[in-house]
């Protein structure tokens, strides 16, 4: 049974930073793409960042340049570090798993973790 656990979500005031991580069980951490999404309240799921396999990464142009995906495959997590927030980002954000290069979109999700950035 695949899980992911996502953690580190929270309130903060704009320009802080928050670091969210996603611990993963019953897949082949290291054999799987992992991404983080986020969903607004009114608002569609988008992606956020993705990391592949092979570590190449992929960013939302909202989040370039502030937001930073990276993985542990010894530990089984997957983590987003947020520089620089704003009110904008304020959404639940999602852990995901399976995706690839080409479809970011995989079939596993975690339970959401919220996200509120204040003015």
């Known amino acids: 049974q695949v899980q992911l656990v996502e953690s580190g979500g929270g309130l903060v005031q704009a320009g802080g930073s928050l670091r969210l991580s996603c611990a993963g069980s019953?897949?082949?951490?290291?054999?799987?793409?992992m991404g983080w999404y986020r969903q607004a309240p009114g608002k569609q799921r988008e992606l956020v960042a993705f990391?592949?396999?092979?570590?190449?990464?992929l960013y939302a142009d909202s989040v370039k340049d502030r937001f930073t995906i990276f993985r542990n495959n010894a530990q089984k997590t997957v983590s987003l570090r947020m520089n620089s927030l704003k009110p904008e980002d304020t959404a639940i954000y999602y852990c995901?798993?399976?995706?690839?290069?080409?479809?970011?979109?995989?079939?596993?999700w975690g339970q959401g973790t919220q996200v509120t950035v204040s003015s």
């Open positions: 019953g897949i082949i951490f290291s054999s799987t793409g």
């Open positions: 995901n798993a399976g995706g690839t290069l080409r479809n970011q979109a995989g079939k596993y």
């Open positions: 990391i592949s396999v092979g570590g190449f990464t």
